[in-house]
């Protein structure tokens, strides 16, 4: 039912879209070029939010040993759990640093994807620990597991099972470091750990759990690199970019991807933030064209 009504919104948007642009071609037929560029402006705002929507995913609240935290999830409810913690900047572009990584690990490899915001307003004051944050990833993954998360049944509290272990745990500079504190302490809460640039203030760790680092070569904290790979005991993948700053880069996803494996038997296409992106992005192509016929026709008369 959920999966009809975003069909149906969405295709609302679509319609509304390509209505769009025959309002566009219309108007621009008898207008002069600083009233094109007004409808170049509307046509390209409604692009941008296509754009900024498509990596958007769904947010959800989750109680957690941290407090209550606003959390973006992707993937299909039910398959296996990855949850990307952020750097300690608490810049909004920050929260989406793993979002592409996320579309991917959701829609090409079945995973269940949760990026929580450390910093959530619902967020206890105190700053997050690796012993606070091991228990908030368990309960975010708990969360994932309830009974009738995935829509076949009422959710029964007493028939909740608590969860043992992350799938697949990523974390990127201070949250890389979070990561590598929670994987080290509990080997086998993490099954696999992906750290892009850690800030890994304890080198004296042994990190058990299979490996993958990333780097940008030209960022500070690659200096660092040689002593983090120390402490992976399997390091199965060392990857770095010539460039791209201290960042979770495009550029890495398919290594994630490939290092992540499909972990989820039968998996299938994002029914949640991937499968939204991907409507609302294909519903703004239409905007796009519109705000190029805006700047074209004038020149073309």
Known sequence: LSLLVLNI??????????AEVAVALTAMAGMRPPQCALVCCWACSGAVWGVVAAG???????????????????????????????????AEWI??????????????????????????????SARPTPTTVKQALLDIATWAARPGATGDGVEDPSALQKATSIPLLMGKSWGGGL?????????????????VAPAMYDRSISIAPPAALFYAEDDPMFASAPEVRKTLAQEELFHTEPSGGHKVLPSYTPFILKFAGNKASGSEPAARGGTLGRWTLFAALPCVFASGLAILVPLLR
């Open 56 to 90: 958007a995913g769904s947010p959800v609240d989750i109680p957690t040993a941290l407090g209550t935290l606003s959390v973006r999830e992707y993937g299909r409810r039910g398959g296996p759990v990855a949850i990307a913690l952020h750097g300690a900047n608490h």
């Open 179 to 195: 990561a590598a504190s929670v994987a080290g302490s509990s080997p086998s809460l993490v099954q696999r750990l992906v750290l």
């Open 9 to 18: 919104v969405f295709g609302a948007a679509l319609a509304a879209s390509w």
């Open 95 to 124: 929260q989406h640093e793993w979002d592409d990584a996320a579309e991917a690990l959701a829609g090409q490899a079945g995973f269940n994807v949760f990026l929580p915001n450390l910093f959530s307003p619902g967020a206890d």
